[in-house]
T-cell receptor
Framework: DVKVTQSSRYLVKRTGEKVFLECVQDMDHENMFWYRQDPGLGLRLIYFSYDVKMKEKGDIPEGYSVSREKKERFSLILESASTNQTSMYLC??????????????FGEGSWLTVV | AQSVTQPDIHITVSEGASLELRCNYSYGATPYLFWYVQSPGQGLQLLLKYFSGDTLVQGIKGFEAEFKRSQSSFNLRKPSVHWSDAAEYFCAVGPPLNFGNEKLTFGTGTRLTIIP
């Protein structure tokens, strides 16, 4: 089974802190994603990466950056956390090479509270 | 631009009753369609997906969904729900396999409550 692991399930950070959310997948997937989930808004794509060192902005990239130095790892960075970034963050991965096609696999989520 | 509408924010069903969750999409070509389930505090788990072929798709946990092109719908069904089905359900639409960008667009979700 595909395993997407988010290292921190629950974080509390102060306004202005730099925050790193780490994600690792074990299936050699090319694509990795960071989503944000808020009540009533569903899932919104922050950034995605289709290869090492490659990244593209999603729908809500403002206030976030990402890093993908190794294929299996995709990090989300909040340079200066703000209270409106309090949310659930979901990492995901997929591959275009699987015959059944582009199924996205999710991690269990990271709950971030910014105070 | 692609979009997904889940018109029901919250549905309550008695245990043992049948279930249908609605999903309507907007997409310029034949899309890939997915249903995911999210238990409280957890990530999303794939229930089923439609790429092509038979428009009635079987998934895990006894769920099925039917793709209706004429109605731009991909409704999720289960003949008899169990208390463990209480969760949030997300419909998603994505581009065909041979596009390089596999971004999915998600609906806002339907919360399912099961009553005894």
């Amino acid at each position: 089974d595909v395993k997407v692991t988010q290292s921190s399930r629950y974080l509390v950070k102060r306004t202005g802190e730099k925050v790193f959310l780490e994600c690792v997948q074990d299936m050699d997937h090319e694509n990795m994603f960071w989503y944000r989930q808020d009540p009533g808004l569903g899932l919104r794509l922050i950034y995605f990466s289709y290869d090492v060192k490659m990244k593209e902005k999603g729908d809500i990239p403002e206030g976030y950056s990402v890093s993908r130095e190794k294929k299996e790892r995709f990090s989300l960075i909040l340079e200066s956390a703000s209270t409106n970034q309090t949310s659930m963050y979901l990492c995901a991965s997929s591959s275009p090479n699987i015959p059944s096609g582009n199924t996205i696999y999710f991690g269990e989520g990271s709950w971030l509270t910014v105070v | 631009a692609q979009s997904v509408t889940q018109p029901d924010i919250h549905i309550t069903v008695s245990e043992g009753a049948s279930l249908e969750l609605r999903c309507n999409y907007s997409y310029g070509a034949t899309p890939y369609l997915f249903w995911y389930v999210q238990s409280p505090g957890q990530g999303l788990q794939l229930l089923l997906k439609y790429f092509s072929g038979d428009t009635l798709v079987q998934g895990i946990k006894g769920f099925e969904a039917e793709f209706k092109r004429s109605q731009s719908s991909f409704n999720l069904r289960k003949p008899s729900v169990h208390w463990s089905d209480a969760a949030e359900y997300f419909c998603a639409v994505g581009p065909p396999l041979n596009f390089g960008n596999e971004k999915l667009t998600f609906g806002t979700g339907t919360r399912l409550t099961i009553i005894p």
